[in-house]
Nanobody
Framework: QVHLKESGGGSVQTGGSLRLSCAAS????????MAWYRQAPGKGRELVST???????YYVDSMKGRFTTSRDNAKNTMSLEMYSLKADDTADYYC??????????????WGQGTQVTVTS
């Protein structure tokens, strides 16, 4: 059974850091593009970053220089390191796997999300 599980969320003060992890089971991430999305209270789900199977990364402009996505295909995991966190980064963060154009957002598998709260 396919499963994605995020961990590492929590509450942090403005300017602080957090590391989120995503553990996959039931399939191998090695051939899949992976992504992080987030959804703030009252807003739609938005892309944070993507990482291709070979490790090439993409970041939304507002996250560039503050967020770093990495993957470990051998461990079937993906991580998101977040620095210089702002109140606007408060959201539920979701791990997504395996790009699929028939889905919207275009990923086949999703985790349940982990909550990040940035306080002043």
């Amino acid at each position: 059974q396919v499963h994605l599980k995020e961990s590492g969320g929590g509450s942090v003060q403005t300017g602080g850091s957090l590391r989120l992890s995503c553990a996959a089971s039931g399939f191998a991430i090695s051939n899949c593009e992976m992504a992080w999305y987030r959804q703030a209270p009252g807003k739609g789900r938005e892309l944070v970053s993507t990482i291709a199977s070979g490790g090439t990364t993409y970041y939304v402009d507002s996250m560039k220089g503050r967020f770093t996505t990495s993957r470990d295909n051998a461990k079937n995991t993906m991580s998101l390191e977040m620095y210089s966190l702002k109140a606007d980064d408060t959201a539920d963060y979701y791990c997504a796997a395996c790009w699929d154009s028939s889905e919207m957002p275009p990923y086949k598998y999703w985790g349940q999300g982990t909550q990040v709260t940035v306080t002043s």
